[in-house]
């Protein structure tokens, strides 16, 4: 049980998190509707972007989803020119994908906005703020210890 004295902290950090993920979120969220997209592909493109040659399997495990979740999202962008897919050079049947020029170029104006409001906040607040951030990021995307 959170102590009575702590809670309010902690829902101090809840709603700064929130906030901090909305004005994050914000800029890519604008020009993924100009796309008809929304977060779920940005996900993709930026994993994709991240592990040329990834296998829809493998992207399944990188994003926590089940394959029947990743479908419809990675069937648009393949629709729409975003992704590539093609045969694995040994199996055959294993899918490895990869972006396309215009796929590089979305996911690259989508995660700048990010990076460069990361690169503005960590040289604003210092190494040490970079770091404990990090720390807390990790921690929060750890599975929980039994």
Do not use: C
Not at 76 to 87: F, I, M, P, T, W
Not at 133 to 139: E, L, N, R, Y
Request: glycine share 8%; charged share 25%; aromatic share 6%.
């Amino acid at each position: 049980m959170v102590d009575l004295n702590r809670q309010a902290e902690l829902r101090e950090a809840i709603e700064l998190f929130f906030f901090g993920y909305r004005a994050f979120t914000a800029p890519p969220d604008r020009l993924l509707e100009a796309w008809d997209l929304g977060r779920v592909h940005h996900r993709v493109l930026y994993f994709v972007a991240r592990q040329p040659g990834i296998t829809v399997t493998a992207l399944q495990g990188v994003l926590g989803v089940s394959k029947q979740a990743l479908n419809g999202p990675l069937r648009q962008l393949l629709e729409a020119g975003l992704v590539g897919s093609g045969a694995d050079a040994a199996d055959k049947r294993v899918r490895r994908l990869r972006l396309t020029d215009k796929g590089g170029q979305l996911e690259a104006a989508l995660t700048g906005t990010q990076v460069e409001m990361l690169e503005k906040t960590f040289s604003h607040l210092g190494q040490d703020a970079e770091n404990a951030w990090k720390q807390v990021m990790q921690a929060l995307a750890a599975p929980p210890a039994d």
